[in-house]
């Protein structure tokens, strides 16, 4: 079975402070994603990366950066944490498969992040 | 551009009662996939299924079925004889063609079932 683990369950912040957020997956999956989860909004897509040391922005990275120098840990990085980054923050990986890459997205379990 | 609409916020019913959860998508593209992800109060998102626009064909797993029409756009789950268990948040997603930068999410529905 696939493990997506992310460091944290909840984490609680304050305004200005650099925050890591960490992902490590265990199946050697390429890519990774990082998506934020807010009530009435849905998942949104901050950032994700096709392999290592690869990013792409997605649909709302202002304010965030990411890293990924190991295939297996894909971190989200809140340069300066605003109130309204308090937010559900899930992270997944997903195999490029030899049928194309429209495998599912595995999720680790979320950080709930609070930024005071 | 890629969209997935979601139109019930909350449904809520009393246990073994069928319940569907409506999706319609938006996609220019004439390939791609559509998927549904279950999400429980522990907070991980469980994935249920994966269509893709070719396939056409219903599909039906234990209490769950899924009903896909590429002429209304909509790709609706159905939950026959409703438990508490199924009590979640569903999400639809699509991913277009390469689908290289994940997949787009509709807003959820909250499924609540009364025992």
């Known amino acids: 079975d696939v493990k997506v683990t992310q460091s944290s369950r909840y984490l609680v912040k304050r305004t200005g402070e650099k925050v890591f957020l960490e992902c490590v997956q265990d199946?050697?999956?390429?890519?990774m994603f990082w998506y934020r989860q807010d009530p009435g909004l849905g998942l949104r897509l901050i950032y994700f990366s096709y392999d290592v040391k690869m990013k792409e922005k997605g649909d709302i990275p202002e304010g965030y950066s990411v890293s990924r120098e190991k295939k297996e840990r894909f971190s989200l990085i809140l340069e300066s944490a605003s109130t309204n980054q308090t937010s559900m923050y899930l992270c997944a990986s997903r195999a490029v498969s030899g049928q194309g890459i429209n495998s599912p997205l595995h999720f680790g379990n979320g950080t709930r992040l609070t930024v005071t | 551009a890629q969209k997935v609409t979601q139109a019930q916020t909350e449904i809520s019913v009393v246990e073994k009662e069928d319940v569907t959860l409506d999706c319609v998508y938006e996609?220019?593209?004439?390939?791609?996939?559509l998927f549904w992800y279950k999400q429980p109060p522990s907070g991980e998102l469980v994935f249920l299924i994966r269509?893709?626009?070719?396939?056409?064909q219903n599909e039906i797993s234990g209490r769950y079925s899924w009903n896909f029409q590429k002429s209304t756009s909509s790709f609706n789950f159905t939950i026959t004889a409703s438990q508490v268990v199924d009590s979640a948040v569903y999400f639809c997603a699509l991913s277009e063609g390469g689908g290289a930068d994940g997949l787009t999410f509709g807003k959820g529905t909250h499924l609540i079932i009364q025992p």
């Open positions: 996609t220019r593209d004439t390939t791609y996939y």
């Open positions: 269509r893709n626009s070719f396939d056409e």
């Open positions: 199946m050697d999956h390429e890519n």
